[in-house]
Nanobody
């Protein structure tokens, strides 16, 4: 059974830091592109950052220089280090895995991130 389990969300003050984790179960982790997306209710889900199996990274313009995505293939986990967070970063953050060969996608259940003083 495929599962992506996010953790690390919560309430942080503006300017603070947070690290999200996503543990993967039931996929061939090494052949998946892993991504973090975010969504506000009523809005489209948007890409925050992604990392391919070769380590190629893409960031949305609104997080460049503040967020860092990384993956640990031994731990089957992808991370999103969020620094210098802003109130507009408040959202539900979702982990995504897409197999580079089959293009099959899986989503986590989401984790709430709230930036507020």
């Amino acid at each position: 059974q495929v599962r992506l389990v996010e953790s690390g969300g919560g309430l942080v003050q503006p300017g603070g830091s947070l690290r999200l984790s996503c543990a993967a179960f039931g996929i061939v982790f090494e052949t998946n592109t892993l991504g973090w997306y975010r969504q506000t209710p009523g809005n489209q889900r948007e890409l925050v950052a992604s990392i391919t199996s070769l380590g190629d990274i893409t960031y949305a313009d609104f997080v460049k220089g503040r967020f860092t995505i990384s993956r640990d293939n031994a731990k089957l986990t992808v991370y999103l280090q969020m620094n210098s967070v802003k109130p507009e970063d408040t959202d539900v953050y979702y982990c995504n895995a897409e197999d580079q060969y089959t293009k099959t996608q899986h989503w986590g259940q989401g984790t709430q991130v709230t930036i507020s003083s």
